[in-house]
T-cell receptor, first 109, second 114 residues
Framework: TQLLEQSPQFLSIQEGENLTVYCNSS?????LQWYRQEPGEGPVLLVT?????EVKKLKRLTFQFGDARKDSSLHITAAQPGDTGLYLCAGAEGDKIIFGKGTRLHILP | DTAVSQTPKYLVTQMGNDKSIKCEQN?????MYWYKQDSKKFLKIMFS???????INETVPNRFSPKSPDKAHLNLHINSLELGDSAVYFCASSQTTGSGNTIYFGEGSWLTVV
């Protein structure tokens, strides 16, 4: 079974700061996804990365897929309180989409 | 319009009871899932159905029985509820199975067993 390790588990920073969270595996994935989950709701897809080395930007969020397709990072520039939530990475293991344990991000105003 | 809807949103019940959670998706997707999210927010797949056929059954106790009457519906029945079953249960769907598919989640059903 492939595992996705996310770090850090928790992160609390001030509004305006930059941050990076990581998703790592010892296995190769054909694609990785990042989801954000807000309290009381289900996860919502932010991005899918497919090609090794690929970089995708979503406003202040930058996603990168590692060259070897075993890891991914999410960088947030000038974090805002609205970025608060649980960030989950996910990868496919055959027909199954597995999730990391998430990074709980709290942006302080 | 809600894409993936599940009911009830909140459920408090006693140990030993039997309960069901219903799920419907109006996205025309072929694949539906049940995920369990524990108190530490770990989201773990329980079941997956593709066109009404069970394709994934993760070592879930036999007390949990999914049913898919058609590809737009996937219900979850739980017998003899235990304290450890308390969690948030998410129904989800995707166009097909496998890599790269976007998973659309419902809002979750918060089950508390007392």
């Amino acid at each position: 079974t492939q595992l996705l390790e996310q770090s850090p588990q928790f992160l609390s920073i001030q509004e305006g700061e930059n941050l990076t969270v990581y998703c790592n595996s010892s296995s190769v994935f054909s694609s990785l996804q990042w989801y954000r989950q807000e309290p009381g709701e289900g996860p919502v897809l932010l991005v899918t990365v497919v090609t090794g080395g690929e970089v995708k930007k979503l406003k202040r969020l930058t996603f990168q897929f590692g060259d070897a397709r075993k890891d991914s990072s999410l960088h947030i520039t000038a974090a805002q309180p609205g970025d608060t939530g649980l960030y989950l990475c996910a990868g496919a293991e055959g027909d199954k989409i597995i999730f990391g344990k998430g990074t709980r991000l709290h942006i302080l105003p | 319009d809600t894409a993936v809807s599940q009911t009830p949103k909140y459920l408090v019940t006693q140990m030993g009871n039997d309960k069901s959670i219903k799920c419907e998706q109006n996205l025309g997707h072929d694949t539906m899932y049940w995920y369990k999210q524990d108190s530490k927010k770990f989201l773990k797949i329980m079941f997956s159905y593709n066109n009404k056929e069970l394709i994934i059954n993760e070592t879930v106790p036999n007390r949990f029985s999914p049913k898919s009457p058609d590809k737009a519906h996937l219900n979850l029945h739980i017998n003899s509820l235990e304290l450890g079953d308390s969690a948030v249960y998410f129904c989800a769907s995707s166009q097909t199975t496998g890599s790269g598919n976007t998973i659309y989640f419902g809002e979750g059903s918060w089950l508390t067993v007392v």
